[in-house]
């Protein structure tokens, strides 16, 4: 060989040698060993390779790219939420927050307020029991004691027409916290939490928020000093009643110094925001005279108290470390109302646009994304492996992709992921943000491997049943720990 040409080919060579993996992905080249050990481990769970979609991409050092089904498009459960929150972190940017307004059409005389309190709502994802007790307390503290007038509840700030889709749970508990939907009247996620503890005295049972439109009736019996039972042991039945109250009937045993609990969404937002706004007033010592509805805020209404959410940084990380589906799904409409267009007239569908748009001009591959809901709530949701990868690669690369990653589980810390992949070598080492529905099963976000290597990874496991699935994905992360594909040899991106 001429000598010139085989310094040129030895350039060549070492040129593609300093080639960051993630460029080497498209390279038609042989499989790895850790491939072949996930599809084994594929075959042994769920039995069949079509069952799951894979993706693991070095970001920071040696490794090579590994793709299984990578294009075949999923049903990604819960992972649906990383594109939210990056798309929200992007388009409405990190230090956005949420204020909820309370204003009046009448006068303060003395220790009254002759006039109607109107609570102008923001679509806050995380207005809460505490934050509403604080701002009705700044009116107890003006001296304000009695209001003569009604509740008005403003909910103007989404656009929903056609309501919401719903989501078919197959399930037996339709007031589930999982299931609640995303309203412009959300407080306190909608839930009543329930407690029951038994004493020297008998059973005592109470809720909270505690409103007149929501009864307990205690069938708990106590029992002798003993174990304290699982939340499966005792029976929760709800009725509704023609007087437009509701009761809960609990049932069950429970020995002394235990108590059980049960978290349920039971009325309509608009009624539950206005029984827990009048609740709050009560207990502070005060008293409306007029009824709660809902309805517009008049225009030369004068402004009396606000409250302000956090950023939108801890939002997301509320959101993703315990897989929140309403606060998603509220983000998902704020998102829409944020960029509505003359001709948009739903703020789900203009959100999903908005959504689509932001990951287009990140150069992402839309074809065959399916968004739905934001929260990955859906059978409709749909993902390639190979489009999560690129998502994840264009985080790693954000402005705000530190604050997408620090809001993701830590393996075997926190979160969902906090029983998973203990007592092993990867605790704390990668922060995974988890899925689950019916027949699907995912994980997506970064690990790092033993060399330090940092790697971006989407697994969803698609099959009936998945019981399997999480162990499965469990070994994509431990393996992608001990045995990391190794850059002496190419793979193939199939």
């Known amino acids: 060989m001429h000598a010139s040409v085989f310094k040129q080919a030895l350039i060549t060579l070492l ?7 993630p460029a080497l992905a498209g390279n038609p080249t042989g499989d790895t060993p850790w491939k072949a050990r996930i599809l084994d481990a594929t075959l042994n769970a769920v039995e069949t390779k079509e069952a799951v979609s894979i993706a693991a991409v070095p970001m920071n050092g040696p490794g090579l790219s590994q793709f299984i089904n990578a294009d075949q498009s999923m049903s990604p459960g819960s992972i649906m939420k990383l594109i939210t929150t990056f798309a929200a972190l992007e388009t409405l940017g990190p230090a956005h927050h949420w204020e909820t307004r309370f204003l009046t059409d009448g006068r303060m005389v003395g220790n009254a307020l002759h006039g109607n309190l109107y609570v102008t709502l923001s679509g806050d994802p995380r207005l809460d029991q505490e934050r509403l007790w604080s701002v009705m307390r700044e009116l107890h503290g003006m001296g304000i004691r009695t209001i003569n007038g009604d509740l008005v509840l403003d909910g103007q700030v989404f656009q929903l027409p056609d309501g919401l889709p719903a989501f078919d749970d197959k399930g037996d508990n339709p007031y589930a916290p999982f299931l609640v939907q995303p309203s412009p009247y959300l407080t306190n996620f909608n839930l009543f939490h329930f407690q029951v503890r038994a004493d020297e005295r008998g059973t005592h049972a109470w809720s909270s928020p505690s409103v007149d439109a929501v009864r307990i009736n205690n069938q708990v019996t106590a029992t002798g000093d003993g174990p304290c039972p699982a939340r499966h042991h005792f029976d929760w039945t709800t009725d509704f009643n023609a007087d437009n109250t509701v009761t809960v009937t609990v049932e069950g045993e429970l020995p002394k110094g235990c108590r059980t609990t049960s978290y349920q969404s039971l009325l309509a937002p608009e009624h539950y925001t206005a029984a827990l706004i009048r609740s709050i007033w009560k207990d502070l010592g005060g008293r409306f005279t ?25 939002m997301v990380r509320d959101i993703n470390k315990w897989s929140n589906n309403v606060m998603a799904r509220q983000l998902l409409l704020m998102i829409g109302a944020a960029h509505r267009q003359p001709e948009d007239d739903d703020d789900r569908e203009a959100g999903i646009r908005v959504v689509h748009e932001w990951l287009a001009s990140r150069d992402i591959d839309t074809r065959g994304v399916v968004i739905d809901n934001g929260a990955g709530l859906s059978r409709e949701s749909r993902i390639s492996a190979r489009q999560g990868a690129r998502i994840l690669e264009a985080a790693w690369q954000s402005p705000f992709g530190a604050d997408l990653i620090a809001s993701m589980p830590l393996i075997a810390t926190d979160g969902t992921m906090a029983q998973r992949l203990r007592d092993t070598a990867l605790k704390g080492k990668g922060r995974i943000k988890t899925g689950y529905l019916r027949n699907v099963r995912s994980i997506a976000g970064f690990t790092r491997d033993e060399n330090n290597t940092t790697w971006a990874v989407i697994g969803m496991v698609n099959h009936a049943p998945a019981w399997n699935g999480q162990a499965l994905l469990d070994k994509v992360l431990y393996s992608l720990y001990h045995k990391p594909p190794s850059a002496t040899t190419l793979s193939r991106a199939d």
């Open 15 to 21: 040129c593609l040698m300093l080639v960051p993996a």
């Open 290 to 314: 007029g009824i709660s509805r809902t309805g517009t805020t008049p225009e030369d209404a004068r402004l009396v108290m606000t409250t302000r959410s956090k950023d939108l940084v801890s």
